[in-house]
Each structure stands twice: as structure tokens, then as C-alpha cells.
């Protein structure tokens, strides 16, 4: 299983993107995918989550800011960042887990390569 995500760039303060994350491979179903955010010497942090079935967690940094979303047949995932700040600036990391199939179904966990957001002043 693959994640792909993509949509990063450079914005100003207050402005908005929307990242992407699709997910390829021999898969099964997916329960939960998640966005995380790193800046350099920092660990990766939770961002949002959401699960298959549609319920949402988001830290409270992001709160009110950041909606996470996914369609479960296109196996995308959707992180719409609005009222960007500068401490927003990092790399964001798509996660996914759930099951894979071939010939026997089995648990899988991915990272995507991650896309780079860069807020300015």
C-alpha cells in the first residue's frame, strides 16, 4: 500500500490550502487516515484523523481552522487548511491503516512521503 500526498506550497498568513492524500495498492479497506505535521528537530504531531465511517479528531491547535475529510471510494483523504499561521509551517505526513488484500487479507500501516507548507508573513 501506497500514500501519495501532495498540495503543499507557499501561502501567506491567513491564507488557505488544501492538501491530498491518495492511497494505492492492494487494499482491502482503510480505517483510519490521519494527517500529521513536522518541523525540523520536532517529533511528527497529530494534526486530524478520520475514520471510515466519518468521525473526526483534530488537535487543538487546528480546531475550527483545519477540516479533515475522505472519500472512501476514491481512497483519498482531504486536510483544508483555512486562516493559515506561521506556526502552521512544516512538512504534513499522511497515515493510513486498515487492511490490505493478495492472497490473504492483512493488517497494514503506510506513510505517505509528505508535503511541504510554508506560511509567511
Known amino acids: 500500500v501506497q500514500l501519495q500526498a501532495s498540495g503543499g506550497g507557499l501561502v501567506q498568513t491567513g491564507g488557505s490550502l488544501k492538501l491530498s492524500c491518495v492511497a494505492s495498492?492492494?487494499?482491502?479497506?482503510?480505517?483510519?487516515m490521519t494527517w500529521y505535521h513536522q518541523t525540523p528537530g520536532k517529533q511528527r504531531e497529530f494534526v486530524a484523523s478520520i475514520r471510515s465511517g466519518g468521525l473526526t479528531n483534530y488537535a487543538d491547535s487546528v480546531k475550527g481552522r483545519f477540516t479533515i475529510s475522505r472519500d472512501n471510494a476514491q481512497k483519498t483523504m482531504w486536510l483544508q487548511m483555512n486562516s493559515l499561521k506561521a506556526e502552521d509551517t512544516g512538512v504534513y505526513y499522511c497515515?493510513?491503516?486498515?487492511?490490505?488484500?493478495?492472497?490473504?487479507?492483512?493488517?497494514?500501516?503506510?506513510w505517505g512521503q509528505g508535503t511541504l507548507v510554508t506560511v509567511s508573513s
Open positions: 495498492g492492494n487494499i482491502f479497506n482503510i480505517n483510519t
Open positions: 497515515h493510513a491503516d486498515g487492511f490490505s488484500i493478495e492472497r490473504t487479507i492483512t493488517e497494514f500501516t503506510a
